[in-house]
């Protein structure tokens, strides 16, 4: 961890306003309904930056509430909100800045699953996290899988068990329950005084008192504590608990394993700051505890932020790679050094427009720079600079290393992109974004918005990256895929309110292909000879299969001139013309060869048109008996989950006409890897959710596309039949 000395020599900006230790980009994960909207909200009252809650008393009417929820979701649905936070003196980690406000940027990051995207290019860009646990369910699936995110990205880690006032909350269980579902070596630093109805406050385990909120807290007269001495019915448990805590720490920390051993004393500010070395190390996670509803603990919460979770410089800096090469290079936090930062969203905001939220890594930026843009090898210039606080959009002239801000002029920009200096040759590793894994086709209500649909549609996957839209070539349907149906039916949502489109969905379809299985032989005639000027076309093929992933090949193997040069164009037209619209059930061809062999002519009738049909002719000829099969799409699926649900979820994979590749254990899960058809996934996230209670997780990709088997081709064909014409 770098001294007070050297960050001050690295990052001396005179304009910078924050010491960088002083900075915490932190963001708040849970599974839905654990609180994350409510513990958010609470930061942002009591750092003072909204002042609305004021006004309504908890247990208000429910309209009051979804009044609020509406307030609040412009500020939480925010990608990014500054707050500041003075530390009190009781924590006592920070002496020197006791009086002196942290920053708190806290960046969005959505529970559900369907918003891996939004997980993803969070973590990528925070120092630290909050998880937050319902008091009475504990961990729940969300919780699992944002964790292994959090992991994967080595984000530190504390945990605040909410909800302490609900009936049936229980710390210990919820405690239990980290160690046991998600391996944390976690230890409480707060401890509840009661539960339930008695939820009264916390004990502060490294200081040994109590905080505790008076009755007024329900209103908002009595929001502030009162650091008291333990209640007696506690006092032995918190010993423990700190005996605990020094225990747990001295096993990862040789400081105070040290002072343990010599049987030194272990001040408050020496045992903090070990706890702090191992939160940044991620091996250990500080737990506390609180109900935001009821606006306890949330002061302690922001304190255990501030104390425990990483400043930008107390992680290893992040890395990036020269441009065209392998070679990687570390991005250090300083101000002195070249621009260089991340765009990890995209936003449209009613009122600024299009904003860019990005992360300094190095270097600073001021309002009216230019950056460049390695991607796009384009330089543009940022109009505006701003930080949100609240609902308020703040204009700030500079930002600086380790700052998360959003600026205003670019047009040319994806999420992940690297904004930087156009002398610094780095670029950044941007998100990895999963690909999509549902898709449907979508059309407006009103035929006239189509443009006005595909505007926004793509206006919403220059956001998302996880969501992408294309044409259909069979259907000319316009096909929206992502990562779930909550997510496209959201995208829908999106449509409607800020593109003012009302889109119809249909259901999900499968792009199956056809082939054939043996050679065969075909002849086609276009003759019409009767009256006024004739057609004549006559061609014989042959057709085999063709190896796999080499598409569509024709030859031409006419010899003597049965079929004149010039018309061969035309023939092999025809053949191609028809393959492409499908002949077996209208659905792309794909590896056949096709050869002409043999055909005749009329000298005044035969034209292009009438070799074209012909060779339409002759291909469907021959395609009927060269054994016409049909291929379905198979994706290779990943499933995660705890022991206990294997036997369903393998015993599912089957009746979805899967194959199971390997079944292995990895930290207490399983793994199960299988290949199943495209067509028998649909629904399978609801699925799996109900067979595993919502604790496995999946994830698949298009694999190989193989033979529809005759026990579905039925109904696959007879759903063919019924599907718009694609021929032409
Ligand atoms: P999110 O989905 O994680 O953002 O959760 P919300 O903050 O929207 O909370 C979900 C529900 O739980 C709401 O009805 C909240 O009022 C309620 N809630 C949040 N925190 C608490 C708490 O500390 N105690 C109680 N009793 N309810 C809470």
């Not at 609902?391 to 999420?415: F, H, P």
């Not at 005044?604 to 021959?622: C, H, R």
């Amino acid at each position: 961890m770098s001294d007070v000395t050297t960050i001050n020599a690295a990052l001396n900006s005179p304009q910078r306003q924050y010491a960088l230790e002083r900075t915490r980009n932190i963001g708040i994960a849970a599974h839905i309904d654990a609180g994350k909207t409510t513990t958010t909200e609470r930061i942002l009252f009591y750092t003072g930056l909204i002042h609305k809650i004021g006004d309504v008393d908890d247990g208000n009417t429910v309209t009051d509430w979804m009044e609020q929820e509406k307030e609040r979701g412009i500020t939480i649905t925010s990608a990014a909100v500054t707050c500041f936070w003075t530390q009190k003196k009781e924590p006592g980690i920070f002496k020197t800045f006791e009086t002196i406000p942290n920053r708190v940027n806290i960046i969005d990051t959505p529970g559900h699953v369907d918003f891996t995207a939004e997980v993803e290019r969070s973590m990528r860009v925070l120092d630290g996290a909050v998880a937050v646990f319902c008091g009475v369910a504990g961990v729940q699936p969300q919780s699992e899988t944002v964790w292994r995110q959090a992991t994967k990205y080595k984000v530190p880690r504390i945990a605040f068990v909410n909800k302490m006032d609900r009936t049936g909350a229980n710390f210990e269980n919820a405690l239990n329950d980290m160690r046991k579902k998600l391996g944390a070596y976690a230890f409480p630093v707060f401890l509840p005084i009661g539960a339930e109805d008695n939820f009264a406050g916390l004990v502060d385990v490294v200081n040994q008192k109590a905080f505790v909120w008076g009755p007024g807290d329900v209103t908002n007269e009595g929001l502030k504590y009162e650091v008291t001495e333990i209640p007696d019915n506690l006092k032995e448990k918190a010993k423990q608990a700190l005996a605990d805590l020094i225990d747990a720490v001295s096993n990862k920390d040789d400081t105070i394993a040290n002072l343990v051993l010599e049987e030194q004393p272990i001040s408050a500010p020496v045992l903090k700051q070990a706890i702090r070395r191992l939160t940044c190390r991620i091996e250990l996670v500080p737990v506390l505890c609180g109900s935001a509803f009821k606006k306890k603990g949330v002061q302690c919460l922001l304190d255990t932020v501030i104390d425990y979770l990483p400043s930008p410089i107390d992680i290893p800096p992040t890395e990036g790679h020269v441009p065209g090469s392998e070679e990687k290079k570390v991005v250090a936090p300083n101000d002195n050094s070249l621009f260089c930062s991340l765009a990890f969203k995209l936003w449209t905001d009613p009122y600024a427009g299009k904003l860019v939220f990005f992360r300094v890594y190095a270097g600073k930026l001021k309002k009216g720079d230019t950056v460049y843009n390695p991607r796009s090898r384009r330089r543009e210039r940022v109009s505006r600079l701003m930080i949100i606080q609240g609902s308020e959009r703040k204009d700030v002239d500079s930002v600086y290393s380790g700052d998360i801000a959003a600026l205003v002029g670019l047009r040319n920009i994806w999420t992940g992109d690297t904004l930087c200096d156009e002398n610094f040759d780095v670029t950044l590793e941007p998100p990895t974004f999963p690909e999509p894994v549902i898709s449907m086709a979508i059309e407006p209500k009103t035929k006239n918005d189509r443009d006005k649909m595909g505007d926004g549609l793509a206006r919403l996957a220059e956001e998302d990256p996880t969501f992408k839209v294309f044409t259909n070539e069979d259907t000319g349907q316009l096909i929206i895929a992502g990562m779930g149906e909550l997510h496209l039916e959201i995208i829908r949502d999106r449509l409607k309110r800020e593109f003012n489109v009302e889109a119809d969905a249909g259901a999900p379809q499968i792009a199956y292909r056809e082939t054939i299985t043996k050679h065969a032989e075909g002849e086609g005639k276009f003759i019409r000879q009767s009256g006024g000027r004739g057609q004549y076309g006559h061609a014989c093929v042959t057709i085999e299969p063709n190896e796999k992933g080499k598409g569509i090949e024709v030859l031409n193997e006419i010899v003597g001139g049965t079929i004149p040069r010039e018309f061969i164009p035309a023939v092999e037209d025809g053949i191609r013309e028809a393959i492409r619209g499908g002949v077996y059930a209208g659905y792309q061809v794909i590896d056949v060869k096709v050869a002409i062999t043999d055909g005749s002519f009329h000298e005044v009738d035969s034209n292009e048109l009438a070799f074209k049909m012909a060779g339409i002719f002759a291909v469907k000829d021959a395609f009927g008996k060269a054994g016409p099969i049909l291929l379905e799409p198979l994706m290779k699926v990943e499933v995660t989950t705890p022991d206990e649900y294997q036997g369903d979820l393998l015993g599912d994979i089957n009746r979805r006409r899967g194959i199971i590749l390997g079944v292995d254990a990895k930290a207490g899960q399983t793994i199960l890897q299988a290949t199943v058809p495209l067509a028998e996934m649909f629904g399978y996230a609801t699925a799996i959710r109900s067979l595993s209670k919502g604790r496995a997780s999946y994830s698949m990709e298009p694999s190989t596309f193989e033979q529809v088997p005759n026990s579905v081709l039925t109904a696959v064909m007879d759903a063919a039949k019924k599907r718009p014409a694609a021929r032409s």
